[in-house]
């Protein structure tokens, strides 16, 4: 079974800089899609970005204005989350999830959808703030 594991999350100032990562073990990652999600208190959970196998498809939710960027090393089972210009509004939990396993590539739900991942981590606080 697919495991997850957040990391790379922490406080960090307005304007700062956050790679996350989204180690996996137990199955390959090659054939899955990972996501990033994240949640703020009070708030449902959103969907932020997705990168799909091979890197065929890279989805990027509007209201991150190009300053979020995902990618993925399959080789190490590890895909990130670069986010810079980080705002007090960026302050959540963060998680990433998996879709899949897929024989082909599949184009999912831009901005990623809850429904559309089966496996997910526990989440890695982020706060920004001054």
């Known amino acids: 079974q697919l495991q997850l594991v957040e990391s790379g999350g922490g406080l960090v100032q307005p304007g700062g800089s956050l790679r996350l990562s989204c180690a996996a073990s137990?199955?390959?990652?090659?054939?899955?899609?990972i996501g990033w999600f994240r949640q703020a208190p009070g708030k449902e959970r959103e969907g932020i970005s997705y990168?799909?196998?091979?890197?065929?498809?890279?989805c990027s939710e509007d209201s991150s204005e190009g300053r979020f960027t995902i990618s993925r090393d399959d080789a190490k089972n590890l895909v990130y989350l670069q986010m810079n210009s980080l705002k007090p509004e960026d302050t959540a939990v963060y998680h990433c999830?998996?879709?899949?396993?897929?024989?082909?590539?599949?184009?999912?739900?831009?901005?990623?959808?809850?429904?559309?991942?089966?496996?997910w981590g526990q989440g890695t606080q982020v706060t920004v703030s001054s």
């Open positions: 999830a998996a879709h899949g396993p897929e024989i082909t590539t599949e184009v999912l739900s831009c901005p990623p959808l809850d429904a559309d991942f089966d496996s």
């Open positions: 990168i799909s196998t091979s890197e065929t498809v890279i």
């Open positions: 137990g199955l390959n990652l090659d054939y899955y899609t």
